[in-house]
T-cell receptor, first 112, second 113 residues
């Protein structure tokens, strides 16, 4: 059983489009949730933390549904620079530290 | 903006050799981590380190691996006898007190031949 599951894509969208990514996690006691982006052969970069009430940062909106163990990321008005792999990341409750578990990522390509 | 740094960016070694990967976490951070990513696969947790000791380690982090904070700034990962399957990108990350957000370094690409 995978701790974090994501649709691998690829998602190919035109500039200006709205795109949504979804993710499910297996451990109902998980406490922290994040979206990272990863460019090819680069490190994961924190995009945003995901809070229970949902949160927005500019064109990006993240939602958390604890009952369904589901996390989403919405990107509005896509830019060419948004092309990357988006990683759903969850910490595992019950561990002593903040160990993160990563999904395999969803690849996004924004087309001119 | 403070960053995690890692050296070297690329390390090529022969099977059976020892390697040490180096990281300088963000200066006021207290939690340190190593992750690895085999090409084409997901990022995997290896080990976390706090207060000069290992907090947690994964099944991947066997007796071949060790971590150390030899001074106030560096955090190292040692692989004692490298295997072909150790070839991967190794990322160091750090987080501050009470903060769950982890910031990653640029990685060291390890190639075992």
């Amino acid at each position: 059983r995978k701790e974090v599951e994501q649709d691998p894509g690829p998602f190919n969208v035109p500039e200006g489009a709205t795109v949504a990514f979804n993710c499910t996690y297996s451990n109902s006691a998980s406490q922290s949730f994040f979206w990272y982006r990863q460019d090819c052969r680069k490190e994961p970069k924190l995009l945003m933390s995901v809070y229970s009430s949902g949160n927005e940062d500019g064109r990006f909106t993240a939602q958390l549904n604890r009952a369904s163990q589901y996390i989403s990321l919405l990107i509005r008005d896509s830019k060419l620079s948004d092309s990357a792999t988006y990683l759903c990341v969850v910490n595992m409750a019950g561990t002593g530290a903040n160990n993160l578990f990563f999904g395999t990522g969803t690849r996004l390509t924004v087309i001119p | 903006e403070p960053e995690v740094t890692q050296t070297p960016s690329h390390q090529v070694t022969q099977m059976g050799q020892e390697v040490i990967l180096r990281c300088v976490p963000i200066s006021n951070h207290l939690y340190f981590y190593w992750y690895r990513q085999i090409l084409g696969q997901k990022v995997e947790f290896l080990v976390s380190f706090y207060n000069n000791e290992i907090s947690e380690k994964s099944e991947i982090f066997d007796d071949q691996f060790s971590v150390e904070r030899p001074d106030g700034s560096n955090f190292t990962l040692k692989i004692r006898s490298t295997k072909l399957e150790d070839s991967a990108m190794y990322f160091c990350a750090s987080s501050g007190e009470g903060a769950y957000e982890q910031y990653f370094g640029p990685g060291t690409r390890l190639t075992v031949t």
